[in-house]
């Protein structure tokens, strides 16, 4: 079995999301985000198979796949004609420089769960 104890809630929480997110990106014919959506696909089965040996934490995971639908939520979504990607969460700096974007949120989101993610990946053969 590829799912441990309390991972198939997640595990369906990412297929669904995955499934929604594809047939909102051809519907709109935004083939960019069908890559990105080709590229989580390929990392669900890896992740999916190396879950045994490497024995993820279930945070660890929950971390990945919120990382994915922030994804491809903002891509995905609209909020008055404005790709989620593009909305200020709140403006830190100022004109020109445009900090603090919903993409950059989940960047940091993203760079946080991938360092996890490495961490168990890493840690046997750390002394």
Known sequence: ??????????????????????????????????????VIIFFIFLIALANKKINFPNYVLWWLAVWAILHMSGGGLYFNGKKLYELMIFNIVGEPYKI????????????????????????PHLK
């Open 1 to 38: 079995m590829l799912l441990k104890k309390g991972q198939l809630p997640l595990f369906i929480l990412v297929i669904a999301s995955v499934i929604f997110y594809t047939i909102l990106f051809l519907k709109r014919k935004n083939y960019e985000f069908i890559i990105y959506i080709d």
């Open 100 to 123: 603090f974007r919903f993409d950059q949120f989940v960047h940091i989101v993203g760079f946080f769960a991938a360092t996890l993610a490495f961490y168990y990946i890493l840690k």
